[in-house]
């Protein structure tokens, strides 16, 4: 390697010596992000910005094909419609943003930046739910939300994040419930199928759950590190919001009756996910089927006679079947590639002139670094398939990490044992008391993820204090 491209290298971190310092490494040098003028704000720069339309437009097909329809709702929220939902409040009270002044001039209420826009979706609701025939409304808006955090880092925990929330008012609780796990599948599809992170499905605690809502619903992903990331939610708020803002409709007997409530949500966070479970110590691995480019032409030796005709040439019979780019700056082949890896590209495309003589390209995988001959005849062919092999091997082995980094624990010793030998899912029975999950967190930082959906049996008693335990839980440090 050339000192050049060493050094391009060395700007990383290893993430064995300090993930912490690797991650924003990382998201700095692949140009993701930077800085905003305000502490725990961030620019999401062109290149981290194609990565969340990608995630984005996925998402918004799938959420469009359950019959929900994009809004737009205000980024201000009156104090007193917040206060409406005492524990909604309660929860959301430490984070909240407020607006004093308009101008000059002290406003006579003051105003939230939204956190999160229950309470103008309600306030909505109560203005235009009247009968049964105006249910189910299937409501999704793409928005930013502000949330005051202590400890920021880039799309992980910021004050200020880009996603969707979905807010769907159903007849019955059955009918809202329904609503609640289908969303979960959408984001399970989504996670799994095309950032290539196998997901933990499940319920969260009453501790954990959402402030407001009857129970949530949840996928939990591992990172490289062996800290959890709760990579995205549903809600089923019952009718306790209903009640609260005075939600209600004429059932077909001519009855009134409180409206049933869904929220869920997805936000950029999913990117600090996939640069945490595929990202290694060259820069980020993107999985094909959200890589903005997919494959990545690097004419080598491009001032010889013919060899950029044949790269352009190349582009444009590839354009159709893959998302390609080209590199034809004046940089050297070596560094060139080194951004390629960087920049977590699944594919390099090396094509020089002797490739020429032979029509023939050399394919660079991201993730393994093999290279393979291909004859420009079979590239249409190829291609296609190999994007599709890395991102099965991509999933695969985030899968078989995830298996690696979980354990089992029976008592409280063996739980703190086990954390500190491999950190990582730790799966423990529980009784249910809110005393042992706060106990557990006190005592080994580790939290209940979720109560998953495929329940074990590890043992008969709680891990925390031995009195006869009703479920399974998947217990771990988390960002």
């Given at each position: 390697?050339?000192?050049?491209?060493k050094q391009f290298v060395e700007k990383i971190t290893a993430m064995e010596d300090d993930f912490a310092q690797w991650y924003t490494d990382i998201v700095k040098q692949a140009d993701l992000v930077d800085y905003g003028p305000v502490r725990g704000t961030m620019i999401i720069k062109p290149d981290g910005f194609a990565i969340w339309e990608r995630i984005r437009d996925e998402?918004?097909?799938?959420?469009?094909?359950?019959g929900h329809a994009n809004v737009s709702f205000p980024l201000f929220i009156p104090e007193s419609l917040l206060q409406k939902e005492k524990d909604h409040v309660e929860g959301f009270a430490p984070e909240v943003a407020w607006v004093t002044h308009g101008g000059e001039n002290e406003l006579n209420e003051r105003l939230v930046v939204r956190p999160t826009s229950e309470a103008l979706f309600c306030e909505?609701?109560?203005?235009?739910i009247h009968s049964y025939r105006d249910l189910p409304m299937l409501y999704n808006q793409w928005s930013n939300v502000v949330r005051w955090e202590k400890t920021t880092r880039p799309f992980l925990r910021s004050l200020e994040f880009l996603w969707q929330e979905g807010h769907t008012a159903h007849a019955t609780y059955e009918e809202a419930a329904g609503e609640t796990e289908k969303m979960l599948n959408v984001y399970t599809d989504v996670v799994e199928n095309y950032l290539a992170i196998p997901v933990i499905r499940g319920r969260k605690t009453e501790k954990e759950k959402f402030a407001g809502a009857d129970y949530t619903l949840t996928i939990e992903s591992m990172m490289h590190d062996g800290k959890a990331l709760q990579s995205g939610t549903s809600h089923h708020f019952g009718s306790g919001f209903a009640e609260a803002f005075d939600i209600t409709y004429l059932d077909e007997k001519g009855e009134s009756q409180y409206v049933h409530q869904t929220s869920w949500g997805a936000t950029t966070r999913l990117i600090g996910a996939l640069i945490m479970v595929h990202g290694d110590n060259r820069g980020l691995v993107l999985p094909p089927r959200i890589a903005p480019i997919q494959a990545i032409i690097v004419p080598i030796a491009q001032h010889k006679e013919g060899v950029l005709d044949k790269a352009y040439a190349l582009r444009d019979q590839l354009k159709d079947f893959v998302r390609v780019g080209m590199d034809v700056s004046d940089k050297s082949p070596g560094w060139k590639f080194n951004e390629c890896e960087m920049k977590g590209i699944p594919v390099r495309i090396e094509m020089g002139p002797k490739d020429i003589e032979k029509n023939q390209v050399v394919l660079v995988r991201r993730d393994t670094g093999e290279k393979e001959f291909v004859a420009l005849t079979d590239l249409e062919s190829r291609l296609p398939v190999l994007l599709e092999e890395i991102q099965q091997n991509l999933f695969n082995q985030a899968l078989a990490h995830r298996e690696e980094k979980t354990s089992i624990a029976t008592t409280l010793d063996e739980f703190k044992q086990?954390?500190?030998?491999?950190p990582g899912f730790i799966k423990a029975m529980w009784c249910g008391d809110v005393a042992c999950e706060e106990k557990i967190k006190e005592e080994t930082q580790a939290t209940s993820r979720c109560i998953p959906f495929e329940q074990e049996k590890i043992a008969d008693t709680c891990v925390c204090c031995g009195k006869e335990a009703k479920e399974m839980v998947y217990w771990a440090k988390a960002y």
């Open positions: 390697m050339g000192k050049k491209n998402l918004d097909r799938q959420i469009k094909a359950t909505y609701y109560s203005k235009n086990t954390l500190e030998e491999n």
